[in-house]
């Protein structure tokens, strides 16, 4: 398995941009895909982007689509999310998660998940 840390999230206006980072450690990073998830008060967790383990195939969830933009670097061992023209609606804590199989936009497909960062985007 993989042990995953958010970098700090962050304060935004609306139409502004936040870079989302996640430190994988373990000898296997490059062997999973790794996925964005986002949970916001009362709401369920949900996915956000997904990326295979080259980074060659790139998901994302219809509300982020075009705007977000999920990225790795295995050589580091990092996943990025660059957010763009941020929202109200993104205010939400954003998690990264490993993903060895599986549907990719479900939880249970991920084994290994970040602490969790928040990111919060005002009007």
């Known amino acids: 398995q993989v042990q995953l840390v958010e970098s700090r999230g962050g304060l935004a206006q609306a139409g502004e941009s936040l870079t989302l980072s996640c430190a994988a450690s373990?000898?296997?990073?490059?062997?999973?895909?790794m996925g964005w998830f986002r949970q916001a008060p009362g709401k369920e967790r949900e996915f956000v982007a997904h990326?295979?383990?080259?980074?060659?195939?790139?998901n994302y969830a219809d509300s982020v689509n075009g705007r977000f933009t999920i990225s790795r670097d295995n050589a580091k061992k990092m996943v990025y999310l660059q957010m763009n023209s941020l929202k109200p609606e993104d205010t939400a804590v954003y998690y990264c998660?490993?993903?060895?199989?599986?549907?990719?936009?479900?939880?249970?497909?991920?084994?290994?998940w970040g602490q969790g960062t928040q990111v919060t985007v005002s009007s």
């Open positions: 998660a490993a993903h060895p199989l599986g549907d990719y936009k479900l939880r249970d497909s991920y084994e290994s």
């Open positions: 373990g000898r296997t990073f490059s062997g999973y895909a």
């Open positions: 990326i295979n383990w080259s980074g060659m195939r790139t």
